[in-house]
């Protein structure tokens, strides 16, 4: 599944390169006014030198290379910066994805951030730097942009004629959803009815600038305190302008347990994932007693959280819910995907 890299997980990969470790030598290509007096050739570019770690995929490396911009004495030669800078291009660049010798660069929408990038010569000083840049690279041919997976998007803002084999030529082409688990994110904008021991470590990224919290409640697989008598909300909350603002997508209902009359079981979201387009939600109750495993129930919606239906009911064992999906093999913060489990007899939920 294709790998949605957003700003956190760039920023990830930038700390970790940060260590001591191998590297490695990427050409980096810049617009040039060297003998090119006043921009007469818009696609002139030079290419540079950089140092970047080993473990860094190339075409991620020269890009923030890109980003980073040439040194004081390369601008007094002559080398300009590109549009984006190291605050604003990892904000800027979704994703890039190789795939049978052609980068496919994905952007968010920076039509309003760079208008002039579709003028004739503002194109030119625009992709000529990324292409120049990513076809050093050996496993890089050719290059197709994207704006928000759309390349009917970007190549109409550039007034040029979309490339078929983008696949997305068609401006009414449907996008695939794809979501990402993203560890130790720091806390969001979350509504007050969410206490502070709720806020989740975790969150799920979608490549629609959506995003994902898993608020859990307690019980005796989450210990988490809070205050007395009170009745915490659990379920999955949904933002649509990146952690902003949140609405509750999924809410948990407690069911009766018939194993003890008046009394409530106890469910929390475990998991989201999505398939063709469906969104699809895990939650389990404690009957582990404290080790984790339990009842899992899940749960699909094909009409973006409007409606609900019961999708199948499972055993949940941790160890084997999760699988380890390393998109960087650099450090603890790995994602995790959501893989299958063994199907339940029984439904109690």
């Not at 890039?96 to 503002?122: E, L, Q």
């Not at 496993?139 to 490339?163: K, L």
């Not at 939650?283 to 094909?302: C, H, P």
Request: charged content about 20%; overall charge negative; glycine content about 6%.
């Amino acid at each position: 599944m294709k790998k949605i890299i957003l700003v956190f997980i760039i920023g990830i990969a930038l700390t970790a390169c940060l260590k001591n470790t191998p590297t490695r030598e990427v050409t980096v290509h810049f617009s040039s006014e060297r003998d090119n007096e006043n921009f007469q050739d818009c696609g002139k570019t030079e290419g540079v030198y950089r140092e970047v770690p080993a473990e860094l995929p190339g075409e991620f490396a020269a890009m923030l290379e890109l980003f980073d911009g040439p040194t004081r004495s390369e601008q007094q030669g002559g080398l300009q910066p590109f549009w984006f800078d190291t605050e604003t291009g990892p904000g800027a660049l979704r994703d890039i994805k190789v795939d049978d010798g052609i980068a496919f660069v994905d952007w968010r929408d920076i039509r309003r951030a760079i208008p002039n990038a579709s003028t004739s010569c503002g194109s030119q000083s625009f992709l000529v730097p990324v292409e120049n840049s990513l076809t050093q690279l050996n496993n890089i041919e050719r290059v197709i942009h994207t704006i928000d997976g759309s390349a009917a998007t970007f190549y109409e803002w550039m007034q040029m004629e979309c490339p078929k084999e983008s696949g997305t030529c068609d401006a009414n082409s449907e996008r695939i959803l794809e979501l990402t688990y993203l560890q130790n994110a720091p806390p969001k904008n979350y509504p007050d009815y969410i206490y502070k021991n709720q806020y989740p470590t975790t969150l799920v990224v979608g490549n629609d600038d959506s995003m994902y919290a898993m608020i859990r409640q307690p019980n005796l697989n989450w210990n988490i305190e809070v205050p007395r008598n009170a009745t915490p909300w659990a379920g999955i909350l949904r933002s649509t302008d990146l952690g902003k603002t949140w609405h509750k997508f999924f809410t948990v209902k407690n069911p009766d347990d018939p194993a003890q009359p008046g009394q409530k079981m106890k469910f929390n979201p475990v998991g989201i994932f999505t398939a063709d387009n469906a969104i699809f939600v895990d939650i389990a109750d404690d009957r582990g007693a404290g080790s984790g495993e339990g009842n899992l129930v899940r749960f699909v919606t094909e009409d973006d959280g409007a409606t609900w239906e019961r999708a199948g009911c499972f055993y949940l064992i941790p160890e084997n819910y999760f699988q380890l999906n390393i998109e960087f093999e650099l450090n603890s913060d790995v994602l995790k995907t959501p893989h299958a489990i063994s199907q339940s007899t029984s439904c109690i939920y």
